[in-house]
């Protein structure tokens, strides 16, 4: 796909790999609609691309954003029309985390969770594909996560919206197939973001043990959302159908393929070695 002077649309742009698609796609010369709830991080973002835009005549706005919201996510592409001329590209970026085990997340952050990571990707969806059918050429690049290929404990929430995320993009893609509109789901491994630190904790778990499990949990993060966000966008450009992001990813992807129902025997204990 040719991103030079088509307009992209990021969720969760305020920062992390949002924030770093953004940067690879105006390096290409990719006009730019961004979106995030966090105004403060989405300010940062229009700023640190401004010099960019301005060098190479992009055009750039910022939305604020709160994904959860249908109402606003309904609006947003009337909102973006009035910055751009059309919409080629729609990344589905925003997502959170809980953290706790399945008895420990009450059913309001479960459901909040599901909210913004799988159930705003399907409206976002709904509401941009008539924008994106339009184009001469179009894709829709959906962030599941390696826990969108392997469950471990812990991820109850966040995994089954990710491997949601990964159903729903497969799926779409193939209703799609033969049309000018292509569906990319992408697998991030350990990107160094905030999310771990930013989830949300039970209540019933104990303040040092929920800081035990983000230090944990931030050693796995060691790719920077830089290097995420170039692998990605290069995966947009090569129209792949899947994007793995790390060797972490592409080790847990073939430990999956080959022990779908045991790879936790062998994989848990190497996670648990790792976090040491």
């Known amino acids: 796909m040719k991103l030079h002077d088509r307009t992209a649309l990021v969720t969760g742009a305020g920062s992390g790999i949002g924030r770093a698609i953004a940067h690879s796609l105006a390096q290409r010369g990719c006009h730019l609609a961004l979106a995030d709830v966090n105004a403060a991080g989405l300010a940062d973002t229009v700023a640190q691309l401004q010099p960019t835009a301005s060098a190479r005549g992009l055009r750039l706005s910022r939305h604020a954003l709160d994904v959860a919201d249908r109402a606003a996510v309904a609006a947003l592409p009337d909102e973006v029309l009035g910055h751009h ?94 049309s000018t509109v292509g569906v990319t789901v992408v697998h991030p491994g350990g990107v160094a973001t905030q999310i771990a630190r930013s989830a949300r904790k039970p209540a019933a778990v104990p303040a040092a043990e929920i800081e035990q499990r983000i230090a944990e949990a931030e050693k796995k993060l060691r790719m920077p959302p830089a290097r995420a966000g170039e692998i990605i966008v290069r995966g947009m450009e090569r129209d792949k159908a899947r994007v793995l992001v790390g060797g972490d990813a592409v080790v847990i992807a073939w430990l999956e393929r080959l022990a779908p129902v045991s790879y936790w025997r062998w994989l848990g204990p190497l996670v648990m070695k790792t976090t040491r």
Request: some cysteine.
């Open 85 to 178: 001329p059309g919409l080629q590209l729609l990344v589905n970026n925003a997502g959170v985390a809980v953290g706790g085990t399945f008895e420990q997340v009450t059913e309001a952050d479960f459901d909040w969770l599901f909210e913004i990571n799988f159930h705003a990707v399907v409206r976002l969806t709904r509401a941009c594909l008539p924008l994106l059918q339009r184009a001469d050429q179009a894709r829709i690049v959906n962030l599941s996560s390696v826990y969108g290929l392997i469950s471990p404990p812990g991820q109850t929430a966040y995994s089954a919206s990710k491997f949601a995320v990964r159903g729903f993009s497969n799926a779409l893609r193939h209703e799609l197939a033969g």
